[in-house]
């Protein structure tokens, strides 16, 4: 790789003269900075950065700005350039990317707390300028490329950082291809024995797979040349490693289970061709019924757009047919890049922020992870509000909704509007009244019933979801709490209670409790544990407090920790 090969792919591209010679003067103050460092491989360190900003340039991701960010992004770490020399030379915009880097640091997988403030670093990063990100996750995708020069210890923990951190932000970012690219390197570091065990059971499969689907790519272009469908390609698709053994999880590690081992994927020029080929494949081929699902008409919430359907083909084979037009073909592929590319008024004015209708998760984040203090509240949160598969249900006008899975229908009308949520009285789901605990599913039309007067229960919190609708019921109780607290009368003697917790047995338990108690100023005067072998053990506390108002804020508060399935109180 070299610069002249880059500046020869952007020149393809019609980038203009000036954003070459800026991109052009970034490599040159790079090569100057990172001149006689060396790469663990043993190449120049230049070549990391020229490779960061050709992977930015394939995913059609032409901003200069980004580019030479790209190849400046080591300098103020590994080298000692000063942020402000970078601005006087490149401007503002490429230095506060390279801040933007900067501040990210080496992402390391060094405990749960470490963790937890490089995830918050992220999304950050991302709700204010999407870009250092997105050369941030470049920079990842050639350290992986060159991680079997690591040194072993080491290769293990950046695998998994890049599973458990980089590859979800990938996929949520719509990026599918680097995220399936992504979860294939870091495979055999991460998982060697379940690696090993995949490819040497899946590799005649795949083999036999591509050789039938060759025989079914004639007929399928026969009958769309009929029906005047123009096929911009019919091409080959082929699972990725790791997302087939996560699937495999799934199905008993059978591989026989596996129906897109190897799908084809149809190209078309518009929208009204994906389902004219749609009919053309299920007239070839009887479709499965339950196995049909329209992307278009409903897109994921990270932007994918596709018609899948899956057909008892040739030889009565169970195959998978993925049908998207070109333009949804390069979203799927890049996500947030091919976005950018696809905007018809090019860069925003101030850097790149997300859009709001498809990526507004970012900045939900960003909102609730300001509210969520305690490292243990804060992954929980993000294993349902980010991490876990989303759904997206209707409202009775038709519009698309975005919720995790199991999401209920109070989680649903938080998400319409806080006053829906707190007047929510009752739900129908496709037009039938169900419970408000009731688990909803994707395509699920949802009505809230909703009472002027109604207020929220404290029973919601048992089954509600998203960390925005819990955060909303809990400041309800807690606005409960303090005018009852503003009608009580001060100075009264203590109040002294016995506090029963039933919880499961596990690490930092009483800590945690003990935390609580001091926050809440109140004094322990006896503690006692169930001295059996019970995994749910009894703690009992006799506590002494200031008022009643002060044990029932405590009460609330114990509710609250991680593992406590019950907290009873006796005033004494």
């Given at each position: 790789m070299?610069?002249?090969s ?10 203009k ?5 800026l ?34 340039t394939?995913?059609n ?9 790209a190849?400046?992004?080591d300098?103020v ?5 000063p ?22 640091g ?9 963790r ?6 992220m ?8 870009r250092v990100?997105?050369i ?6 050639h350290?992986m490329?060159t991680l079997?020069f ?17 590859t979800?932000i ?15 390197l ?42 005047n469908?123009?096929?911009?390609g019919i ?7 790791y997302?087939l ?18 799908a ?7 929208i ?15 479709p ?9 008409a ?10 899948h ?11 998978e ?9 390069e979203?799927a ?39 969520v203090?305690?490292?243990?509240e804060?992954?929980?949160s993000?294993?349902?509000?980010f991490?876990?598969?989303?759904i997206?249900v ?9 919720l ?12 319409i ?5 707190e ?10 009244i ?30 509600i ?18 005018s ?10 203590p ?33 006692n544990?169930?001295?059996?072998d ?5 703690i009992?506390?006799?506590?002494s407090?200031?008022?009643k ?7 609330l508060k114990?509710k609250e ?7 009873g109180?006796?005033?004494?």
């Amino acid at each position: 790789m070299t610069i002249e090969s880059l500046i020869q792919n952007l020149k393809n591209k019609d980038v203009k003269q000036a954003d070459l010679d800026l991109i052009n003067r970034a490599y040159l103050t790079a090569e100057q900075a990172h001149r006689g460092q060396k790469r663990f491989s043993g190449e120049d360190y230049i070549i990391h950065p020229l490779k960061t900003a050709d992977f930015l340039t394939r995913l059609n991701f032409i901003d200069a700005p980004t580019i030479a960010a790209a190849l400046l992004h080591d300098t103020v770490e590994d080298t000692g350039l000063p942020l402000e020399k970078i601005e006087k030379d490149f401007g503002p915009e490429v230095a506060f990317l390279i801040n933007g880097i900067t501040k990210l640091g080496k992402i390391k997988y060094q405990g749960v707390e470490r963790r937890v403030e490089n995830l918050r670093k992220m999304f950050l990063a991302m709700a204010e300028d999407i870009r250092v990100i997105l050369i941030k996750l470049a920079d990842r995708h050639h350290n992986m490329q060159t991680l079997d020069f690591v040194r072993k210890e080491k290769q293990k923990r950046i695998a998994l950082e890049t599973l458990e951190i980089y590859t979800p932000i990938a996929y949520r970012l719509g990026m599918g291809e680097l995220k399936g690219q992504l979860e294939d390197l870091a495979f055999p570091y991460a998982y060697p024995d379940e690696h090993r065990w995949l490819m040497t059971n899946i590799k005649e499969k795949y083999q036999q797979r591509q050789e039938y689907l060759k025989k079914v790519v004639p007929m399928l272009e026969r009958e769309l040349k009929k029906e005047n469908i123009n096929a911009e390609g019919i091409n080959l698709r082929a699972k990725h490693y790791y997302s087939l053994y996560q699937k495999l999880l799934r199905h008993e590690m059978n591989l026989e289970k596996i129906y897109d081992l190897a799908a084809l994927r149809i190209v078309v020029s518009n929208i009204d061709q994906c389902y004219g080929a749609l009919g053309v494949v299920h007239k070839l081929w009887r479709p499965l019924p339950d196995k049909i699902k329209d992307y278009i008409a409903l897109p994921k919430p990270n932007g994918y757009q596709s018609i899948h359907t899956t057909v008892f083909c040739l030889d009565d084979k169970i195959t998978e047919f993925q049908i998207r037009t070109k333009q949804m073909h390069e979203i799927a592929e890049n996500g947030i890049a091919a976005h950018w590319a696809y905007s018809e008024a090019g860069k925003p004015d101030e850097g790149a922020r997300l859009d709001e209708k498809k990526f507004g998760w970012v900045q939900q984040l960003r909102e609730w992870q300001a509210e969520v203090s305690g490292t243990e509240e804060f992954l929980e949160s993000l294993k349902i509000d980010f991490f876990k598969n989303r759904i997206f249900v209707l409202t009775p006008k038709g519009d698309v909704i975005d919720l995790p899975q199991d999401a209920t229908p109070v989680d649903f009308a938080y998400h319409i509007h806080s006053e829906i949520g707190e007047q929510c009285a009752g739900a129908k789901v496709n037009g039938k009244i169900v419970p408000l605990n009731t688990p909803l599913q994707n395509s699920d039309i949802v009505e809230i019933l909703i009472q002027k007067n109604k207020k929220p229960s404290e029973g919601w919190l048992d089954f509600i979801k998203t960390t925005y609708a819990k955060n909303k019921v809990k400041k309800h109780f807690q606005k409960k709490l303090h005018s009852f607290a503003d009608r009580t009368v001060k100075n009264q003697t203590p109040q002294k209670a016995e506090i029963r917790i039933v919880s499961s047995d596990r690490v930092g338990l009483l800590k945690d409790i003990s935390s609580i108690l001091s926050s809440q100023n109140i004094n322990i005067i006896t503690l006692n544990t169930d001295s059996t072998d019970n995994p749910y053990p009894d703690i009992f506390i006799t506590i002494s407090a200031k008022d009643k108002l002060n044990i029932n804020r405590l009460v609330l508060k114990l509710k609250e920790v991680k593992g406590v399935a019950e907290v009873g109180c006796k005033l004494l």
